[in-house]
């Protein structure tokens, strides 16, 4: 689930987000699954961004946040203008590693739980 980091609405939303994902899950879906928040739209910078990274922190444990990071970079604006994804609009920027780093930390996390199943 993905949620952006400067923006306090988007903690509030996601907070009932999960909410309601439970309460499916304890009346009548028992597979449904959260896998993990994506915490997107990240400029270090800003004190807010640093606050609801906080935030997430203390309200979700560690394994129910994806490590990776996505970061604000302007690229992601330059690429959909050419309509072109971020790895082939430039593989070598920020945002594009910040996605391969993602991809490699999916494909662990689903290796893990292929290797939990009897």
Same mark, same amino acid.
């Given at each position: 689930?993905?949620?952006?980091? $400067?923006?306090?609405?988007?903690?509030? $939303? @996601? =907070?009932?987000?999960?909410? +309601?994902?439970?309460?499916?899950?304890?009346? *009548?879906?028992?597979? /449904? #699954?959260? @896998? &993990? =928040? +994506?915490?997107?739209?990240?400029?270090?910078?800003?004190?807010?961004? #640093?606050?609801?990274?906080?935030? =997430?922190?203390?309200?979700?444990?560690?394994?129910?946040?994806?490590? !990776?990071?996505?970061?604000?970079?302007?690229?992601?604006? #330059?690429?959909?203008?050419?309509?072109? !994804?971020?790895? &082939?609009?430039?593989? !070598?920027? =920020? *945002?594009?590693?910040?996605? &391969?780093? @993602?991809? &490699?930390?999916? @494909?662990?996390?689903?290796? /893990?739980?292929?290797?939990?199943?009897?």
């Amino acid at each position: 689930m993905p949620i952006w980091a $400067g923006s306090a609405f988007s903690v509030e $939303g @996601l =907070l009932k987000a999960v909410d +309601l994902i439970n309460d499916i899950r304890a009346n *009548g879906n028992a597979d /449904l #699954r959260f @896998l &993990r =928040l +994506l915490i997107n739209q990240v400029d270090r910078r800003t004190a807010m961004t #640093r606050v609801s990274i906080d935030q =997430l922190n203390k309200h979700f444990p560690a394994d129910q946040i994806f490590k !990776t990071m996505i970061p604000v970079n302007a690229a992601f604006q #330059r690429a959909e203008n050419e309509r072109k !994804t971020i790895i &082939r609009y430039d593989p !070598t920027t =920020l *945002g594009a590693k910040a996605y &391969r780093a @993602l991809a &490699r930390e999916l @494909l662990e996390i689903f290796s /893990l739980d292929s290797h939990e199943e009897p």
